[in-house]
Nanobody
Framework: QVNLIESGGGSVQAGGSLRLSCVISGRSLSNYAMGWFRQAPGKEREFLAGIRWSAGNTYYSDSVKGRFTISRDNPENTVYLQMNSLKPDDTADYYC???????????????????WGQGTQVTVSS
């Protein structure tokens, strides 16, 4: 079983940056993909970025491409989401999630990820 713990959320002004972390424990991640999602009040959970743990290939949603970067640190079993040029519309709860992936495909739908962290809140003020 994989366990996920996010951190790094907080309050920032528009144009600022934050780096979210997700520490993963429980099992080998060699056949896993990790994803970052967010959910704003009254909205559906939205895929942001994903990375395959073994190969390191990534996939981004159009809404964050060029502003957010997903990466992973193998020895630390941690996946990061670097968020730059933040906007008030980025205000949401942010979640990391894990899914088994044995091909180069990176899951990008909520239903494809069976394991979730507890979330971390990000607030961007104008």
């Amino acid at each position: 079983q994989v366990n996920l713990i996010e951190s790094g959320g907080g309050s920032v002004q528009a144009g600022g940056s934050l780096r979210l972390s997700c520490v993963i424990s429980g099992r080998s991640l060699s056949n896993y993909a990790m994803g970052w999602f967010r959910q704003a009040p009254g909205k559906e959970r939205e895929f942001l970025a994903g990375i395959r743990w073994s190969a390191g290939n990534t996939y981004y949603s159009d809404s964050v491409k060029g502003r957010f970067t997903i990466s992973r640190d193998n020895p630390e079993n941690t996946v990061y989401l670097q968020m730059n040029s933040l906007k008030p519309d980025d205000t949401a709860d942010y979640y990391c999630a894990a899914a088994r992936s044995i091909t180069r495909y990176i899951p990008r739908n909520v239903y494809e990820y069976p394991t979730w962290g507890q979330g971390t809140q990000v607030t961007v003020s104008s």
